[in-house]
């Protein structure tokens, strides 16, 4: 059973930074691409950053240029975002979400077609206030 988990969110003051996680069960980062989006209150949900299959891969959203960094660990089956420089509108839940390899290849991974990703994660809440 594919399961992705998140953890790092909390509360963190303009400016501070945080490390999302994203822990994926039962299936190889090798083989699916991961896309990290966000949910505001009242919003719809967007890309934030995304990962290929393959590693080489990644593509940020222009909120997320220059500040927030998507890495991973294929041993560990782990998905990190590092976010920098925070911002109170990055407040929102961030989810991990896996795109399968198969039909677009291993170094697909987009941050604006969230329908294409078929496994999410249950969201972790990032709030960035003074």
């Known amino acids: 059973q594919l399961q992705l988990v998140e953890s790092g969110g909390g509360l963190v003051q303009p400016g501070g930074s945080l490390r999302l996680s994203c822990a994926v069960y039962g299936f190889s980062l090798g083989n699916y691409a991961i896309g990290w989006f966000r949910q505001a209150p009242g919003k719809e949900r967007e890309g934030v950053s995304c990962i290929g299959a393959s590693g080489g891969s990644t593509k940020y959203a222009d909120s997320a240029k220059g500040r927030f960094t998507i890495s991973r660990d294929i041993a560990k089956n782990m998905v990190y975002l590092q976010m920098n420089s925070l911002k109170p509108e990055d407040t929102a839940v961030y989810y991990c979400?896996?795109?399968?390899?198969?039909?677009?290849?291993?170094?697909?991974?987009?941050?604006?077609?969230?329908?294409?990703?078929?496994?999410w994660g249950q969201g972790t809440q990032v709030t960035v206030s003074s």
């Open positions: 979400a896996a795109l399968s390899s198969d039909t677009y290849g291993s170094w697909y991974c987009n941050v604006h077609f969230e329908y294409e990703y078929g496994y």
